[in-house]
């Protein structure tokens, strides 16, 4: 059998890395590849690219409506920078009295994130969803609470109530369009910013700017805590991207053109997918499509139109855009035509929808597409490790970028497991206001203590690398001592549950037995087993064809369990979806396994109960 063809994509970086052993039984490993030269801000590359290609379109969004592509070149967006800086310099802000930014991804966003970045003033994205979705608002007071913003952004009178809520009175807010919608509030329309004249004062700050200069606050999602404030530094992301630089060695061969959902207060989509487009001269066309039945029809639109030359996205969005690819030539003609490499993040890729990529790619371009992927988090702004040879699957981590030292350390607490810990320029020096969290951080010898878990694909060859092994921090063990490895079930519910299956919540814990909270597609549900659209939730969870595909499920899962800890014996199909202000779900949609078990515990007792409910379901087999 012939080996498969794939499109030719320059990689490097990670292919390789020296083993240290330790006699504590750690490993420290790094890249046998030495890390490029940075440059010292990345204002340096936003300026350079305005020399160089000053018409060359940056960044692009539909007109209102779906209409032709508004566009911003890079000469265009330094002038925007230097205008919008100087406004902030003037109303005095700074790291004491930072830019908090409430609405999602749009060229305003983008042009007042750079021209912060211009001013050596930080921003601070603040996921829409803590203003729109949430219905208390306290994760946004807690996040505000934290910055003490000197200014706050917002698209459109759809943030009104979130800002009345946890927006002090006094502070400027600046709107795309200013309108009625908050009486008595200090306004200013976007336009304003753009026709402020540069001056001595924007001159000054963006000389004063050093590779420690704050450039943004990411906050984590928090889980049972509330959301730590991430300090993202120049030196950070320069060195993250000549990272990633090195490793997708094919970005540096072309302007690299993206379509891209994905959200900017997350560091996948803003420092990584808007920092690509900075470092290398590339357009950024913002996708306004989301990875969902309903959503992605605006993704799928734009993939019609635009060819990217790399794809970023996570599992689910390419799950619904590979489903579409089948039906649709212009489609699958246009991702084919250029893109030199796909890369997911976030979650595994389910084998199914690995293989129907390679598959509609030898059937529209006669040649795969190389999938790349790797470990990376918001304080390590992203990336440490790159997955790039041809032998990826889902699960792997690779080998550790240029730059960055990985630690292998054994769990102390006797799961056999063994955590991943990073160091290098690419780390955060901590988080914002937070010192006792920072110090908890890190070990002792300065390495970041991700709490993830880590293995090799093969222990007698190292160079082969790692694979993701779940979070240590969600494990647990039945009463029997018998250690759970969460992240491998979880991943295979999910990959069994498909379609019907968002996610699901290992539970058990000092328990006889594993159990399984599912959180249900019911969208999905309707449509497979056509049940009529008037039907709740709740009566299309209770449908016989509904109860019989998890049934199903629960059986195939039972009779594959090698033993306890791999044997799930009771199901229970959650009715109430995840609530983002317990913190049970992202606004990427990742779900929480310890904030959905403590804020649901009433129904895991129900769940382990020894005279379970009708709503349980117990192995036919059992």
């Given at each position: 059998?012939?080996?498969?063809?794939?499109?030719?994509?320059?990689?490097?970086?990670?292919?390789?890395?020296?083993?240290?052993?330790?006699?504590?039984?750690?490993?420290?490993?790094?890249?046998?590849?030495?890390?490029?030269?940075?440059?010292?801000?990345?204002?340096?590359?936003?300026?350079?690219?305005?020399?160089?290609?000053?018409?060359?379109?940056?960044?692009?969004?539909?007109?209102?409506?779906?209409?032709?592509?508004?566009?911003?070149?890079?000469?265009?967006?330094?002038?925007?920078?230097?205008?919008?800086?100087?406004?902030?310099?003037?109303?005095?802000?700074?790291?004491?009295?930072?830019?908090?930014?409430?609405?999602?991804?749009?060229?305003?966003?983008?042009?007042?994130?750079?021209?912060?970045?211009?001013?050596?003033?930080?921003?601070?994205?603040?996921?829409?969803?803590?203003?729109?979705?949430?219905?208390?608002?306290?994760?946004?007071?807690?996040?505000?609470?934290?910055?003490?913003?000197?200014?706050?952004?917002?698209?459109?009178?759809?943030?009104?109530?979130?800002?009345?809520?946890?927006?002090?009175?006094?502070?400027?807010?600046?709107?795309?369009?200013?309108?009625?919608?908050?009486?008595?509030?200090?306004?200013?329309?976007?336009?304003?910013?753009?026709?402020?004249?540069?001056?001595?004062?924007?001159?000054?700050?963006?000389?004063?700017?050093?590779?420690?200069?704050?450039?943004?606050?990411?906050?984590?999602?928090?889980?049972?805590?509330?959301?730590?404030?991430?300090?993202?530094?120049?030196?950070?992301?320069?060195?993250?991207?000549?990272?990633?630089?090195?490793?997708?060695?094919f970005l540096a061969d072309e302007p690299p053109v993206l379509v891209d959902w994905l959200p900017w207060n997350h560091t996948f989509g803003a420092n990584q997918n808007v920092g690509i487009c900075l470092y290398h001269g590339g357009t950024l066309y913002i996708d306004e499509g989301k990875p969902t039945a309903e959503g992605i029809?605006?993704?799928?639109?734009?993939?019609?139109?635009?060819?990217?030359?790399?794809?970023?996205?996570?599992?689910?969005?390419?799950?619904?855009?590979?489903?579409?690819?089948?039906?649709?030539?212009?489609?699958?003609?246009?991702?084919?035509?250029?893109?030199?490499?796909?890369?997911?993040?976030?979650?595994?890729?389910?084998?199914?929808?690995?293989?129907?990529?390679?598959?509609?790619?030898?059937?529209?371009?006669?040649?795969?597409?190389?999938?790349?992927?790797?470990?990376?988090?918001?304080?390590?702004?992203?990336?440490?490790?790159?997955?790039?040879?041809?032998?990826?699957?889902?699960?792997?981590?690779?080998?550790?970028?240029?730059?960055?030292?990985?630690?292998?350390?054994?769990?102390?607490?006797?799961?056999?497991?063994?955590?991943?810990?990073?160091?290098?320029?690419?780390?955060?020096?901590?988080?914002?206001?937070?010192?006792?969290?920072?110090?908890?951080?890190?070990?002792?010898?300065?390495?970041?203590?991700?709490?993830?878990?880590?293995?090799?694909?093969?222990?007698?060859?190292?160079?082969?690398?790692?694979?993701?092994?779940?979070?240590?921090?969600?494990?647990?063990?039945?009463?029997?001592?018998?250690?759970?490895?969460?992240?491998?079930?979880?991943?295979?519910?999910?990959?069994?549950?498909?379609?019907?299956?968002?996610?699901?919540?290992?539970?058990?814990?000092?328990?006889?037995?594993?159990?399984?909270?599912?959180?249900?597609?019911?969208?999905?549900?309707?449509?497979?087993?056509?049940?009529?659209?008037?039907?709740?939730?709740?009566?299309?969870?209770?449908?016989?064809?509904?109860?019989?595909?998890?049934?199903?499920?629960?059986?195939?899962?039972?009779?594959?369990?090698?033993?306890?800890?791999?044997?799930?014996?009771?199901?229970?199909?959650?009715?109430?979806?995840?609530?983002?202000?317990?913190?049970?779900?992202?606004?990427?949609?990742?779900?929480?396994?310890?904030?959905?078990?403590?804020?649901?515990?009433?129904?895991?007792?129900?769940?382990?109960?020894?005279?379970?409910?009708?709503?349980?379901?117990?192995?036919?087999?059992?």
């Amino acid at each position: 059998m012939n080996a498969p063809r794939y499109r030719a994509s320059r990689v490097g970086g990670c292919l390789e890395a020296s083993v240290e052993r330790r006699a504590d039984g750690c490993i420290v490993l790094r890249s046998t590849e030495a890390l490029g030269a940075v440059p010292l801000r990345l204002t340096d590359r936003l300026a350079h690219w305005a020399r160089v290609a000053p018409d060359r379109t940056l960044v692009a969004r539909r007109a209102p409506g779906g209409g032709q592509w508004v566009r911003v070149s890079f000469a265009q967006m330094v002038e925007r920078a230097q205008r919008i800086g100087q406004w902030l310099v003037q109303q005095g802000a700074s790291a004491e009295r930072p830019l908090a930014i409430l609405s999602g991804n749009d060229i305003e966003h983008l042009s007042l994130a750079l021209g912060a970045m211009w001013a050596g003033v930080p921003w601070a994205p603040v996921s829409p969803a803590y203003s729109v979705l949430s219905q208390d608002h306290a994760k946004l007071r807690h996040i505000l609470g934290t910055l003490t913003p000197g200014v706050v952004f917002a698209a459109d009178a759809a943030y009104a109530r979130a800002v009345e809520a946890a927006v002090p009175a006094a502070t400027p807010l600046v709107l795309t369009e200013a309108s009625g919608a908050w009486a008595g509030r200090p306004l200013t329309p976007f336009a304003d910013l753009l026709r402020t004249e540069p001056g001595t004062g924007i001159a000054a700050a963006h000389a004063a700017i050093t590779p420690d200069t704050i450039v943004k606050f990411l906050f984590t999602s928090g889980s049972t805590k509330q959301p730590k404030g991430v300090i993202n530094t120049h030196r950070m992301l320069c060195h993250n991207l000549q990272m990633a630089t090195q490793a997708m060695a094919f970005l540096a061969d072309e302007p690299p053109v993206l379509v891209d959902w994905l959200p900017w207060n997350h560091t996948f989509g803003a420092n990584q997918n808007v920092g690509i487009c900075l470092y290398h001269g590339g357009t950024l066309y913002i996708d306004e499509g989301k990875p969902t039945a309903e959503g992605i029809a605006q993704t799928l639109a734009n993939l019609r139109e635009v060819s990217p030359t790399v794809y970023f996205n996570v599992p689910k969005g390419f799950e619904e855009l590979s489903l579409a690819m089948e039906s649709d030539a212009t489609l699958r003609e246009s991702l084919f035509r250029r893109v030199k490499a796909f890369m997911f993040a976030g979650a595994g890729l389910s084998q199914a929808v690995w293989d129907r990529l390679d598959r509609l790619g030898e059937q529209t371009v006669g040649e795969r597409i190389p999938v790349i992927t790797g470990l990376g988090m918001t304080e390590t702004a992203p990336s440490c490790t790159f997955a790039v040879t041809r032998a990826v699957k889902s699960g792997h981590i690779g080998l550790p970028c240029p730059g960055v030292e990985v630690k292998l350390v054994p769990d102390a607490q006797g799961s056999g497991k063994t955590e991943i810990r990073f160091r290098g320029p690419n780390v955060m020096p901590g988080y914002w206001r937070a010192p006792e969290q920072t110090a908890e951080a890190f070990d002792d010898e300065g390495f970041y203590k991700t709490g993830d878990a880590v293995k090799w694909i093969d222990e007698s060859d190292p160079q082969r690398g790692l694979a993701f092994d779940g979070r240590i921090a969600e494990d647990f063990k039945l009463s029997s001592g018998t250690f759970v490895s969460v992240g491998p079930l979880r991943a295979k519910v999910i990959a069994l549950g498909d379609p019907l299956v968002q996610d699901a919540v290992v539970t058990g814990p000092d328990c006889d037995d594993l159990g399984l909270m599912i959180f249900p597609r019911v969208d999905e549900a309707r449509s497979l087993f056509r049940l009529p659209s008037e039907m709740s939730a709740a009566q299309v969870l209770a449908a016989a064809p509904v109860r019989e595909f998890f049934q199903n499920l629960l059986d195939r899962l039972h009779a594959a369990g090698t033993g306890s800890a791999t044997r799930p014996a009771r199901l229970l199909v959650l009715t109430e979806p995840p609530d983002i202000d317990r913190g049970e779900v992202t606004d990427k949609g990742s779900i929480n396994q310890r904030a959905v078990l403590a804020h649901r515990a009433e129904l895991v007792a129900r769940l382990h109960a020894a005279d379970a409910t009708a709503a349980v379901l117990l192995p036919r087999s059992h």
